[in-house]
């Protein structure tokens, strides 16, 4: 009588199969973890972008629509320049300009004034709701970038010369109030992308 062998896997077949599960398992996994890690990656490369070019986009939008328009300091006792930049100033800029949207109707100008500070590493934009403000009046702060090295503007005149500090030295008095530069020179130090540099023409 012919009895027939039971077929089945040995120990070393599904010792062999198992390892080499373990091995696509893993190999699986580590191809997961780096996909995860380069989707973030680029996640957060994405979000850097936008929000320098977000910076750019506010710099852009005040500077070319500045507006030759003083505004009282918060004591009320003197003016305050159209475009301000000044070594004993707490803000790097602080100008004036149009192009203050008023979706609702409100009954106001579409004049704003606005200003950016470089703190702790962080570029923030403040705004009044009012030109001619007094301390009761607080600044709204937006947090426009982080990681931000130095801020620096650069303004050129109408003889050609280009100056850090606005109004010129050369230019005293009231006359100096109204005055704006022919363009502004942006140079933004980060310490991830380096030096970014965008001249812009401020409208006549």
Do not use: C
């Amino acid at each position: 009588m012919n009895r027939r062998r039971s077929k089945g896997f040995t120990l070393i077949e599904v010792l062999v199969a198992v390892a080499i599960f373990g091995v696509l398992t893993t190999l699986s996994v580590m191809t997961i973890s780096q996909t995860l890690l380069s989707v973030e990656f680029l996640s957060d490369r994405m979000d850097r972008l936008q929000a320098i070019q977000r910076t750019m986009r506010y710099l852009g939008g005040d500077l070319m629509q500045a507006a030759p328009r003083p505004v009282r300091d918060e004591l009320g006792e003197g003016f305050l320049p159209a475009v301000w930049t000044d070594l004993g100033s707490i803000f790097a800029l602080e100008l004036t300009h149009g192009g203050w949207s008023n979706p609702a109707g409100l009954p106001r100008g579409t004049l704003q004034r606005s200003a950016y500070r470089l703190q702790d590493g962080e570029l923030i934009r403040y705004h009044w709701t009012v030109l001619d403000r007094t301390y009761a009046n607080k600044a709204i702060e937006t947090v426009l970038l982080d990681d931000v090295e130095s801020l620096l503007f650069r303004y050129l005149q109408d003889n050609g010369e280009w100056i850090t500090q606005w109004p010129p030295l050369t230019v005293q008095g009231p006359a100096s109030y109204r005055l704006r530069p022919r363009a502004v020179e942006i140079v933004l130090t980060l310490q991830d992308e380096g030096q970014i540099r965008r001249v812009l023409e401020v409208a006549p």
